[in-house]
């Protein structure tokens, strides 16, 4: 069993509540007019139970009432009642809760769910007043959960689905993080959610997909984000994918320059408010530590003498500048990791001579755990402002403040055209 967090219209959680509205009508057939509707507007939280074969089977949403959180549309399909789902949901619902800043849980049933009542009570939900807006249905069964203020960390990883990024999140996951992954591959996405699952992490999991090539793509990382989490405590992007050739993106930027530069820019900017709300915030950002470069300032999308591979480190000498200017006006720490050759799938598209090379390197790369063990003392414990790692070696670095802050200039200018 693992739980999903969803969109309010996702199409299993539609069929969840339609199969709750049957049977809600059919013991309250007398008060039908009293249905109470949920306008998706108000929804912060959708949670589907999925059984291990993939069946959706229980349903419950947060929607804002107030200052307060409010449960609504729980539900568990009859034949999956009594196995411990309808626990698990709420538990999972409840860390939503506080994710979102919940300080209460309201809850309003009917007096004819016995079974729901005893749930709620065996669960620590305490019975209040009937609460607006349901004044008028007096037959009521109102409750309230003061939720734990305690916070669980929370880590973002782009590339979350295979070599380094994959096992940063295994890692963290490990450590009772929540760990949202992003990439474009679902089958990676499912067996990443599937293997959390396994571990017992399946409620503390998220899989989103997007292409971080396009600006709209995080953007909607940022939004269901920012929907879902008070505070970001390990930022970590690593999404790449090399190009042989050069391509432009329906943006009409060149391919890495997208990816690996302006996602990242982009990332790190647009959750920075929820990384400054975490006690001990880190971004960690894959840059070129000052081994590449130069930046082509006149040429900044490589229109001419495309360099193949050197259009990742092109991109990484971006990033170093990005790190330099972010820790500067946040105050939040930002690494730069160079990792060294790490066997990775190195995912890319490859010229035969390119993929020759690259194939060697997969060969002969580090292990990925090697590349974790390196980087790790600096997430756990970072120093303050930029830092350059090279192979778990912290070296002398530091960007000129000019150039920084011409990248910047020029990114946001990009940015406010697209
Ligand atoms: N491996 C090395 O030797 C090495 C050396 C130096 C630096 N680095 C840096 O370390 C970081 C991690 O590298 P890695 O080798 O571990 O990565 P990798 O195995 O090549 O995996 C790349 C990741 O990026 C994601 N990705 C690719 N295109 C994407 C897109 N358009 N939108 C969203 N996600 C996308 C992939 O997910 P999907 O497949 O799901 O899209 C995958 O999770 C990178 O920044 C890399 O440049 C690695």
Known sequence: ????????????????????????????????????????????????????????????????????????????????RGTGVSTALLAAVEEAAVRLGGRRLLLQTGDRQPEAVRLYEKTGYTRIPIFPPYETQTYSFCFEKVLRPVRTATTVITGGTDGIGRALAGT?????????????????????????????AGDRVMFLRADLSLVAGNR????????????????????????????????????????????????????????????????????GVGLTGPVRWDDLQLRHDYPGTGALGHSAALCDLLGARFAEEYGIPYVLNHPGVVATSFAGEY????????????????????????????????????????????????????????????????????
């Open 172 to 200: 963290y996951l490990g450590r009772g993080h929540h760990v949202v992954a992003i990439g474009t591959n679902q089958e990676k996405g499912t067996a990443f959610l599937r293997a959390a699952d396994e571990a017992g």
């Open 1 to 80: 069993m693992h739980i999903e967090s969803v969109d309010w219209d996702d199409a299993a959680a539609v069929a969840l509540r339609e199969a709750m509205a049957e049977e809600v009508a059919l013991r309250y057939p007398d008060r039908f007019n009293d249905r109470n509707g949920v306008d998706a507007g108000d929804v912060v939280y959708t949670g589907v139970v999925y059984t291990a074969d993939g069946q959706p089977v229980g349903h419950a949403a947060l929607r804002r009432l107030g200052e307060d959180l409010e449960l609504k549309r729980m539900y568990i399909v009859p034949a999956h």
């Open 220 to 287: 909607g990382v940022i939004d269901r984000i920012t929907e879902r989490y008070a505070a970001i405590d390990v930022l970590i992007l690593g999404a790449r994918f090399h190009r042989s050739t050069r391509v432009e993106t329906a943006d009409g930027l060149e391919s890495n320059f997208a990816l690996y530069y302006l996602s990242r820019y982009l990332l790190s900017h647009g959750l920075a408010g929820l990384l400054q709300r975490a006690e001990q915030p880190v971004v960690l950002n894959f840059g």
């Open 351 to 418: 010229d035969a001579a390119t993929a020759a090379h690259v194939e060697g390197l997969r060969n002969s790369g580090k292990p990925v755990a090697e590349a974790v063990a390196q980087i790790l003392p600096f997430l756990d414990a970072p120093p303050a402002g930029l830092t350059a790692v090279l192979e778990g070696r912290r070296i002398p670095f530091a960007a000129d403040p000019g150039d920084a802050a011409r990248l910047d200039d020029i990114t946001r200018k990009l940015l406010a055209a697209l």
